[in-house]
C-alpha cells in the first residue's frame, strides 16, 4: 500500500539493481526495494509499506475463481512496451532468459544453491523466508511444517500456479511466485524446501 | 544520495512508464482475452482486480484503488 504517514506517495521505477526493480517515489526520492516494499535508501530509509500477497493466474482461472473480477489494461502504446511484452509475453511456466544487463547490476553472484532461473513460490513471515520450487510442489499439493505451524502449499488444477495457506487458519502469509535468483537476493538466508522424496 | 548503489545501479527507469489504473476496471469477462493470459490479480475486501502480466512486463509499476484503498503493484 502506497500510504506514507497518511499520505499516498507516487512511485515509478528507477532502476535495477541485483537484477531486480528499484522503485522512487515522487514525494521523497527515497528508493525502494520492489519485493519487501521496504525504502533502502533516502529520507525514508528503513520505512516499510504495507504488503499484500499478489498472484499470478491465467484468465481461464481467474474467471472460474472470482467471476466479478475486473481488469485494469493499460491504454499506453510505445515501441519499448510492444517490446518487453514480445519478449515476456508468459511467466508462470515460460523458460525465460535473463537479460545480459541484469548481470552487470549483480553486487555478487546469484545464490548456486539453485539454478537461478528456477521458477518457485517465495513466502515470507516475519522476515523468514523459505522458497518452494515448482519442480518439487506435487499436483496434489505438500504439508510442510514451519516455524511451529503447518504451511499447505497447493496447485490450481486450472494453471498449476502455486498457493501457500497456514493450516490451521486458512490465511495467506505473504508470498510471491519469482524466481530463484531474484528471492535469494532479497532473502540471503531463506531455506529451500526439498521433497522427502527428491 | 544513493551513492552505496551507484557502481552497481542500473539507472533505466525512464525506460519505463507506471501505469496508472482507473479507479473502476473492466469486466475481464467482457474483456475478451485468451483464456491462458496470464495476470497478476490483486485482492481487497472480496474486490479482484487484474493486470495483464505481459503489460506489467513494460510498465513495472501499477498503481491506483481498490475497495476505496490505494495500491501499488510492483513487478
Known amino acids: 500500500m502506497p500510504v506514507i504517514n497518511g499520505k499516498i506517495h507516487h512511485f515509478r521505477p528507477y532502476g535495477l539493481l541485483n537484477g531486480l526493480v528499484i522503485l522512487i517515489d515522487q514525494e521523497t526520492h527515497s528508493l525502494w526495494d520492489h519485493i519487501t516494499g521496504k525504502a533502502i535508501d533516502g529520507s525514508l530509509k528503513g520505512y516499510q509499506l504495507e504488503v499484500w500477497p499478489i498472484r499470478f493466474i491465467t484468465v481461464v482461472s481467474a474467471l472460474r475463481e472470482y467471476p466479478d473480477i475486473e481488469i485494469s489494461m493499460s491504454t499506453y502504446r510505445s515501441i519499448r512496451k510492444w517490446f518487453a511484452a514480445t519478449l515476456y509475453p508468459k511467466f508462470i511456466h515460460a523458460r525465460v532468459l535473463l537479460p545480459f544487463f541484469f548481470r552487470w547490476t549483480m553486487q555478487s553472484k546469484p545464490d548456486p544453491r539453485l539454478p537461478e532461473l528456477t521458477q518457485g513460490l517465495g513466502v515470507v513471515v516475519d522476515g523468514r523466508a523459505k522458497y518452494y520450487p515448482l519442480s518439487v510442489i506435487p499436483s496434489d499439493g505438500l504439508q510442510d511444517r514451519w516455524l511451529n505451524r503447518t504451511l499447505r502449499v497447493q496447485r490450481s488444477q486450472m494453471d498449476n500456479v502455486p498457493q501457500a495457506f497456514w493450516n490451521d487458519t486458512n490465511e495467506q502469509p505473504m508470498q510471491l511466485l519469482t524466481r530463484w535468483y531474484g528471492f535469494a537476493f532479497t532473502y540471503h538466508d531463506c531455506e529451500i524446501y526439498t521433497s522427502s522424496y527428491s | ?75
Open chain 2, 1 to 75: 544520495m544513493h551513492k552505496r548503489y551507484e557502481t552497481k545501479l542500473l539507472k533505466i527507469g525512464f525506460f519505463f512508464k507506471p501505469l496508472i489504473a482507473p479507479v473502476k476496471g473492466q469486466s475481464l469477462y467482457k474483456a475478451n482475452l485468451h483464456p491462458d493470459e496470464e495476470l497478476i490479480v490483486i485482492e481487497r475486501k472480496d474486490k479482484y482486480r487484474a493486470l495483464l502480466a505481459r503489460e506489467m512486463a513494460y510498465h513495472h509499476i501499477a498503481q491506483g484503488e481498490i475497495a476505496g484503498e490505494p495500491y501499488l503493484v510492483t513487478f
